[in-house]
Each structure stands twice: as C-alpha cells, then as structure tokens.
C-alpha cells in the first residue's frame, strides 16, 4: 500500500491499540499457552480485520478485499489459513 493512501491514527487509538497488544503478549507468554507471540497476534489481528471486512461488505469477497486493499485471492487464501467460512465464521 503506498503511503498516500495510509492513514495516520490519532495517538490515542495508536496508545489503546497498544495496551492491548500488551495485555494479548501477556496472556500468550503465561506458561499455559506456547507458540511465537508475532504470529499469533498476527493471526488474532488479521482474523478479525477480515471478519469485519466481510461483515461490512454483507459477506461479498469481492467487496471485502477491496475494502481490505488486497485480492480476493489473497482474501480468499487468508480466509483458508485462519478456519474462516464465507459467513466470516471460524
């Protein structure tokens, strides 16, 4: 995505964002759970992008991944690696 099309979040949604980021890297690294912390995050991140994409785009693939700024190949490809259904269901 080029820069001309990024927006820059307000520092307080930049700051929240963080916290919870914190408190996820803090669940994920007690010593009930395992696995690399980025990637789970990621996935965490991505799932619910994705989700809301579809949820917003009354479930179209299409419109979705143009909401996302990708492909619907590259929707549908994540779709499959995160367990989502075409109802932005896992």
Do not use: C, W
């Amino acid at each position: 995505m080029s820069n001309e099309h990024q927006i820059k979040a307000p520092t307080s949604i930049e700051k929240s964002i963080e916290k919870h980021v914190a408190d996820l890297i803090t669940f994920l690294t007690e010593p009930h759970s395992s696995g690399p912390v980025y990637d789970s995050i990621l996935a965490m991140v991505e799932s619910a992008m994705i989700r809301i994409a579809l949820k917003r785009n009354d479930n179209i693939k299409s419109k979705a991944a143009l909401y996302l700024g990708i492909s619907r190949n590259s929707l549908q490809a994540k779709m499959t690696r995160l367990g989502i259904d075409k109802k932005g269901e896992k």
